[in-house]
């Protein structure tokens, strides 16, 4: 059974960092596009990085270029967001998500995803 279980969430001061990390069992990442995703209630989902294991591209939302590196862990099956220079308006749910896909994404991330974690909350106090 193909599962992601996302972890490293919780509550962090303005300029504070945390890895967030989407563990996937049931598949390996090789060939699949992982989504990270973040909602606040009230408000859409917003795309905010997205990694090809195919071929290592990268892709970041303008809102957190610069502070957010999404990296992998072959070894681990792991897919990690590393979050730095933590703003209040990063305050939401995290979800990973994944695509089996051999793609590119350095223009774009894919729009869609089959699987889906179950979320981790971000909280980043002023």
């Known amino acids: 059974q193909l599962q992601l279980v996302e972890s490293g969430g919780g509550l962090v001061q303005t300029g504070g960092s945390l890895r967030l990390s989407c563990a996937a069992s049931?598949?390996?990442?090789?060939?699949?596009?992982i989504g990270w995703f973040r909602q606040v209630p009230g408000k859409a989902r917003e795309g905010v990085s997205c990694?090809?294991?195919?071929?290592?591209?990268?892709n970041y939302a303008d809102s957190v270029k610069g502070r957010v590196t999404i990296s992998r862990d072959s070894a681990k099956n792991t897919v990690y967001l590393q979050m730095n220079s933590l703003k209040p308006e990063d305050t939401a749910v995290y979800y990973c998500?994944?695509?089996?896909?051999?793609?590119?994404?350095?223009?774009?991330?894919?729009?869609?995803?089959?699987?889906w974690g179950q979320g981790t909350q971000v909280t980043v106090s002023s």
């Open positions: 049931g598949f390996t990442l090789g060939y699949y596009v």
């Open positions: 990694f090809s294991s195919s071929d290592g591209s990268t």
């Open positions: 998500a994944s695509i089996k896909a051999k793609v590119d994404v350095t223009t774009h991330c894919p729009p869609f995803y089959d699987y």
